[in-house]
């Protein structure tokens, strides 16, 4: 379920502190940020002992995504339907919009409910109900997160010249934006200007000559996170300093993670420092940073991530007559 509560994230904190911790990490409960206006998002599969005097949205009840329930002044409304019904019922926006105190909104609501709740659905909930999240979230500047999501994303990779040379050439062949840039030594960031929370995965640069490597995704969006993945799988992954707060007890993991990124990139020399970065959820200064100098990473690589100006400009083809030629720097870059 998605809750909307004005309420802060304490409050909420302190309502869900009771509920069972579920056996599927996937169903324990995480909240967010509170907006400036005093509305707070929260993610939880159970029902929680909330106070009747908290103004709220409830999108989905346990199992079933097609519900809404609003709260305001004590009363409570209830909309529901079905697979089968030709639209959602027409008060729910309008009814949301004014529980919120942000009639805007209730278009974006209404459209993000069509969309994603009718006719025949997932089964799981969550992932609707995402999408509706996903759907309405920036919508309006007053709603709060729905979601912790990623604002910015390179991947980082290595490969000598010719690898490099090969992704560029496969990037310059499709439409989909990415650009390569050498960041130092054999290291390169792939990433998408145009859509800088989206970038690829390692499955993307799979296809180029050179050694198959674990890569790093790096990411900026409610803190900061990094993921290591290979061509089969993710495995491991860890966020700093997020806005949002979880259930899941991820301490095993992190140790997990600690392992396996000082096995990609070791040896490591600070590996302590390592095991205490890897372990710590709260982070001074910018742990990405601190993380790439201890695996002897050039830093270059968060100029590319924060989008600053003076970051490397990307390797593009010069393809005269359009046919793929050598490879240059854009204007202005170093020869």
């Not at 439409?175 to 929370?197: K, N, Q, S």
């Amino acid at each position: 379920m998605l809750l909307i509560a004005r309420a802060s994230q304490d409050e909420i904190l302190a309502a869900f502190a009771p509920l069972p911790v579920p056996d599927d990490s996937a169903r324990m409960w995480r909240v967010g940020p509170t907006a400036p206006n005093g509305w707070t998002a929260a993610w939880v599969e159970e029902e929680a002992a909330l106070p009747g005097s908290w103004d709220r949205v409830v999108l989905g009840e346990v199992g079933d995504p097609r519900v809404v329930r609003v709260r305001a002044g004590g009363a409570e409304q209830r909309f529901v339907w079905d697979a089968h019904d030709g639209s959602i019922p027409a008060e729910a926006p309008a009814a949301i919009a004014a529980t919120l105190r942000m009639p805007e909104v209730a278009e974006p609501f209404r459209l993000a409910l069509e969309e994603h709740l009718l006719g025949e659905t997932t089964a799981e909930e969550e992932l609707a109900l995402s999408q509706v999240a996903e759907a309405v979230n920036g919508e309006e500047s007053g709603l709060p997160e729905l979601e912790d999501l990623t604002e910015r994303d390179v991947l980082l990779d290595r490969g000598d010249a010719e690898r490099r040379r090969r992704l560029a050439e496969e990037f310059a062949r499709d439409d989909r934006g990415w650009v390569l840039t050498e960041i130092g030594g054999d290291w390169f960031t792939v990433h998408d200007p145009d859509a800088p929370g989206l970038g690829p995965g390692a499955l993307d640069v799979g296809s180029a000559p050179g050694t198959d490597r674990p890569v790093l995704q790096l990411s900026r969006g409610g803190g900061s996170g990094v993921v290591l993945e290979d061509r089969d799988d993710l495995l491991e992954a860890i966020h700093w300093n997020s806005v949002w707060v979880g259930q899941f007890d991820d301490t095993a993991e992190r140790s997990a993670a600690c392992d396996a990124l000082a096995a990609a990139f070791g040896p490591v020399a600070g590996q302590q420092q390592l095991r205490e970065l890897c372990g710590a959820h709260d982070v001074d200064g910018d742990p990405l940073a601190q993380l790439l100098e201890l695996l002897n990473i050039p830093r270059t690589a968060l100029l590319v991530l924060d989008g600053d100006p003076s970051a490397p400009e990307p390797m593009v083809v010069d393809a005269p007559g359009g046919m793929l030629g050598g490879l240059k720097r854009l204007f202005g870059g170093r020869r």
